[in-house]
């Protein structure tokens, strides 16, 4: 109806209740056949494999080069009968969501670009739970001005499919990239074309089978999302490495949260990074239970005062804090901590920390590190 999205429930295609294909609207409160497939201010609800159908008989009997927002979810299984045979169009922004039967994005292959929906989001994939493979969306390229998303497909393998996005840019929440609880996704190599800088977050988390962040080698810098997280490395089982993110030079206008990493032994990638801000937590560096961590010397290219507070907590293998030399001063979190040191069982110096100076505006939180002696670092600290 008007003021809504468009359901395919509505349209009239094939002279159905005797109303032809080249008078019916969907939802668009009347008006050519065209319209509603024209509008990108529309979108397009697909779901059930009927409203698939109906779409696709539209699609090929109009042949658009642009339609609004595509939002597919619920029942449909097979997307088949949306597939155009040598035509290109430009769809506004394209979800994909709590799909529980359809395997393959197989007929989607008319997708040649992306804008934004009114979230400024370019793509979602999500909650798909038999979504095995991307690659029919390998016609799709060029610059993305809104985020993208994909998380918790449980039987995605990989990325392949969007080789062909070179920029991605950022949603109403701040976000450009989440790829987040998918449970066999064990590579991001389908993002290897995307260069230059993520206008806001980038957020991996909770991707149990994810060695490396390989493919993400073109990020350039990273903005903050609305939480102020500028990356937010959580909950990745198996991750190794993240010397992928060698080329983000820079400040980074959030907070960086590396948490829950257990085969990450280093934070190599990370040398470009010459400042902090803090988050909505009032953290600016948290690195926590990433129980295979020697070294944080990758971090000696931050400068300067932390905003926010700086926390290290439980991560066993660590020795000392080696890499925050440049680190002047630290601000406070919203639980009054500057500085909180808990449970580093291998911990012995804190020399690291010899630049910080002047007084702090939180409290110093040092306990449950067995292995450091003394405080000497803190010298400066009033």
Request: glycine residues 12%; hydrophobic residues 40%.
């Amino acid at each position: 109806g008007p003021g809504g999205g468009i359901d395919i429930d509505s349209l009239a295609i094939f002279a159905i209740d005797g109303v032809s294909a080249t008078t019916a609207c969907c939802g668009c409160g009347g008006g050519s056949s065209s319209a509603c497939v024209h509008n990108i201010d529309q979108t397009c609800y697909l779901r059930s494999q009927t409203d698939v159908d109906r779409l696709g008989g539209l699609l090929a009997l109009l042949r658009p080069t642009m339609i609004g927002a595509l939002h597919i979810s619920a029942d449909v299984e097979d997307l088949q009968q949306l597939r155009l045979e040598n035509h290109s169009m430009y769809v506004q922004s394209l979800h994909l969501d709590g799909l529980a039967r359809l395997a393959s994005l197989n007929g989607m292959d008319f997708i040649t670009a992306l804008g934004q929906d009114k979230d400024g989001v370019s793509l979602a994939i999500s909650d798909n739970a038999e979504l095995k493979s991307l690659e029919a969306l390998s016609t799709l390229r060029g610059q993305l001005s809104g985020s993208v998303s994909i998380t918790s497909n449980d039987k995605l393998v990989s990325l392949r499919g969007l080789d062909g996005i070179e920029s991605i840019g950022r949603d109403r929440s701040g976000d450009s990239l989440r790829v987040s609880s998918n449970l066999v996704l064990r590579s991001l190599d389908g993002l290897s074309a995307v260069r230059g800088k993520l206008l806001g977050a980038l957020t991996i988390d909770r991707n149990p089978q994810l060695v490396s962040l390989q493919g993400l080698e073109g990020i350039e810098g990273l903005g903050a999302n609305a939480a102020g997280n500028s990356l937010y490395l959580v909950y990745n089982d198996v991750l190794q490495s993240i010397e992928a993110l060698s080329a983000v030079q820079g400040e980074l206008p959030g907070s960086m949260i590396i948490n829950y990493n257990p085969q990450l032994s280093s934070l190599r990638g990370l040398e470009g990074v010459e400042a902090l801000d803090a988050n909505a937590q009032g953290d600016s560096l948290y690195l926590k239970a990433n129980t295979q961590l020697v070294s944080i010397e990758a971090l000696s290219g931050v400068r300067g005062k932390l905003p926010g507070s700086l926390c290290v907590v439980a991560n066993p293998k660590l020795t000392s804090l080696h890499g925050l030399e440049g680190v002047e001063g630290v601000g406070a979190n919203i639980n009054g901590n500057s500085l909180y040191l808990v449970s580093n069982t291998a911990l012995q110096s804190i020399k690291a920390l010899s630049a910080v100076n002047g007084s702090t505006i939180g409290a110093l939180t040092i306990r449950k590190n067995p292995s450091l002696a003394t405080l000497d670092g803190l010298q400066g600290v009033e």
